[in-house]
């Protein structure tokens, strides 16, 4: 039962250019997606979300774009920065829903000096 | 930054033990979150805690499972009986509204809990 899918296991870029990351999504009851990145021995930090009607939604580096109609919804991160290698987790949750969130497997992305 | 403690870091059990995770939530947040994490596979939704009552769990969170609120800063997930397959890491998380999506939850550290 996989309602979340990241099907990159790994994304390496370039520092400076633009990483995107990809998820794909069945439910489309789906309210609100979630990004969440992690390093190593820490939890999950918030980046960013985006509600289920809207199609955009930036913050600095960070902007998610999320299409209904192909369920599917990418982070970019632009510039790359070295300190952005880390595991990124994209989620989702049901309206009404307390902190059930559905988590997609995660990308783990290195950025390259 | 206010954040989410988790204690201990690292927890080995037997078997057959009851275990206790302790979490201090950031101190103005009202809604209690716990999470799992088996190593290789996605973060799983546990429960979550609101108002000193479970308000959402989730098919895994069963009667082996309880969580607690045992003062004004602690909350805390206690196994009774622990298996092999409860090895994991569990987070802890809080936010202080209901819709904690729109702002995200925070995220303790983690419990690596290790059955033996």
């Known amino acids: 039962d996989q309602q979340v899918k990241q099907n990159s296991p790994s994304l390496s870029v370039q520092e400076g250019r633009i990483s995107i990351l990809n998820c794909d999504y069945t439910n489309s009851m789906f309210d609100y997606f979630l990004w969440y990145k992690k390093y190593p021995a820490e939890g999950p930090t918030f980046l960013i979300s985006?509600?289920?009607?809207?199609d955009k939604n930036e913050d600095g580096r960070f902007t998610v774009f999320l299409n209904k109609s192909a369920k599917h919804l990418s982070l970019h991160i632009v510039p790359s920065q070295p300190g952005d290698s880390a595991v990124y987790f994209c989620a989702a949750i049901l309206g009404g829903s307390q902190g059930n969130l559905i988590f997609g497997k995660g990308t783990k992305l290195s950025v390259k000096p | 930054e206010p954040e989410v403690t988790q204690t201990p870091s690292h927890q080995v059990t037997q078997m057959g033990q009851e275990v206790i995770l302790r979490c201090v939530p950031i101190s103005n947040h009202l809604y209690f979150y716990w999470y799992r994490q088996i190593l290789g596979q996605k973060v799983e939704f546990l429960v979550s805690f609101y108002n000193n009552e479970i308000s959402e769990k989730s098919e895994i969170f069963d009667d082996q499972f309880s969580v607690e609120r045992p003062d004004g800063s602690n909350f805390t997930l206690k196994i009774r009986s622990t298996k092999l397959e409860d090895s994991a890491m569990y987070f802890c998380?809080?936010?202080?509204?209901?819709?904690?999506?729109?702002?995200?939850?925070?995220f303790g550290s983690g419990t690596r809990l290790t059955v033996v």
């Open positions: 985006i509600s289920s009607i809207k």
């Open positions: 998380a809080s936010s202080n509204t209901g819709t904690g999506y729109y702002y995200g939850y925070t």
